[in-house]
């Protein structure tokens, strides 16, 4: 199986991730135990990855990360403009 990639990367959110996760002032560590809270498991080395674009995030994993980020999950993915 071969393993599609857009411009060298697993993911399309990963840049926002990092974004939303620093305007919150939150630490990768942070992030994930907030998810981890929730009942989900995604470690700091899980997230690291995310941000790399070296981990696919999976269609389930969009809200997830989303509503942890307080942010809207298309703006997440790219379909909507800056968050404000």
């Known amino acids: 199986?071969?393993?599609?990639?857009?411009?060298?990367?697993?993911n399309i959110c990963g840049e926002r991730v990092r974004i939303a996760?620093?305007?919150?002032?939150l630490s990768q560590e942070g992030l994930a135990?907030?998810?981890q809270l929730n009942g989900?498991?995604?470690?700091?080395?899980?997230?690291?990855?995310?941000?790399?674009?070296l981990r696919i995030v999976t269609d389930y994993e969009i809200p997830l990360l989303a509503d942890a980020l307080q942010?809207?999950?298309?703006?997440?993915?790219?379909?909507?403009?800056?968050?404000?």
Not at 21 to 25: G, K, L
Not at 40 to 53: C, F, P, V, W, Y
């Open 21 to 25: 996760r620093e305007r919150q002032n």
């Open 1 to 10: 199986m071969r393993l599609l990639t857009l411009d060298g990367k697993c």
């Open 71 to 84: 942010v809207d999950p298309l703006w997440l993915i790219g379909l909507t403009e800056e968050q404000k």
């Open 33 to 35: 135990a907030k998810i």
């Open 40 to 53: 989900h498991s995604l470690t700091q080395k899980a997230i690291s990855r995310i941000e790399l674009g």
